[in-house]
Antibody, heavy 118, light 110 residues
Framework: EVQLVESGGGLVQPGGSRRLSCAASGFTFGTYSMSWVRQAPGKGLEWVSYISARATTIFYADSVKGRFTISRDNAKNSLDLQMNSLRAEDTAVYYC???????????WGQGTLVTVSS | QSVVTQSPSASGTPGQRVTISCSGSSSNIGSNTVSWYQQLPGTAPTLLIYSDNHRPSGVPDRFSGSKSGTSASLAINGLQSEDEAEYYCAAWDDSLNGYVFGTGTKVTAL
């Protein structure tokens, strides 16, 4: 079974940092692009960042550019999102998703909630 | 605010056909494929349609997708109560170098 499990969410103060991780299983992780997608409480979906299978291509949404860093370890089947200079508007459930090459996101992890508040 | 817009809500009685629209531009829907996601209350989204009109295995055939120009549509033929959910379209945007999601449509079975 293809599975993605996020971890690392929690409460963080404005200006602080947090590192999210995603453990992948059930597929050949190193052959797929991956993305992070977030959803603020009661709001819609927002794409955050993309990384290609071998990490040669990386993209970020303008809202997080310069503050967030996406990375992956294909040997460990893991995807990370380092979030710095966090703001209240970064409060959201963060989903790890397998990326079908500009075509689909499947599956989605269960999500991990990051709350930025003092 | 999203560059891809959807009507905020849609509804129908069980068995009716419900259509959801997704309006974008030449840099996203007009030049890239569209996918659709269903988000049941309190759960993570799941893939419903990919490559404009393809259903993953396990998705009921009452769900269908189409695209014309810079707009896409999701149709639910024979609405069921378990289809009550939020629905999102998505596409790659060549100008933004990123994905864009639609604003979401809440579907209600009356």
């Amino acid at each position: 079974e293809v599975q993605l499990v996020e971890s690392g969410g929690g409460l963080v103060q404005p200006g602080g940092s947090r590192r999210l991780s995603c453990a992948a299983s059930g597929f050949t992780f190193g052959t797929y692009s991956m993305s992070w997608v977030r959803q603020a409480p009661g709001k819609g979906l927002e794409w955050v960042s993309y990384i290609s299978a071998r990490a040669t291509t990386i993209f970020y949404a303008d809202s997080v550019k310069g503050r967030f860093t996406i990375s992956r370890d294909n040997a460990k089947n893991s995807l990370d999102l380092q979030m710095n200079s966090l703001r209240a508007e970064d409060t959201a459930v963060y989903y790890c998703v397998r990326d079908g090459g500009n075509d689909w996101f499947d599956p989605w992890g269960q999500g991990t909630l990051v709350t930025v508040s003092s | 605010q999203s560059v891809v817009t959807q009507s905020p809500s849609a509804s129908g009685t069980p068995g009716q056909r419900v259509t959801i629209s997704c309006s974008g531009s030449s840099s996203n829907i007009g030049s890239n494929t569209v996918s659709w996601y269903q988000q049941l209350p309190g759960t993570a989204p799941t893939l419903l349609i990919y490559s404009d009109n393809h259903r993953p295995s396990g998705v009921p055939d009452r769900f269908s997708g189409s695209k014309s120009g810079t707009s896409a549509s999701l149709a639910i033929n024979g609405l069921q109560s378990e289809d009550e959910a939020e629905y999102y379209c998505a596409a790659w945007d060549d100008s933004l170098n990123g994905y864009v999601f639609g604003t979401g449509t809440k579907v209600t079975a009356l």
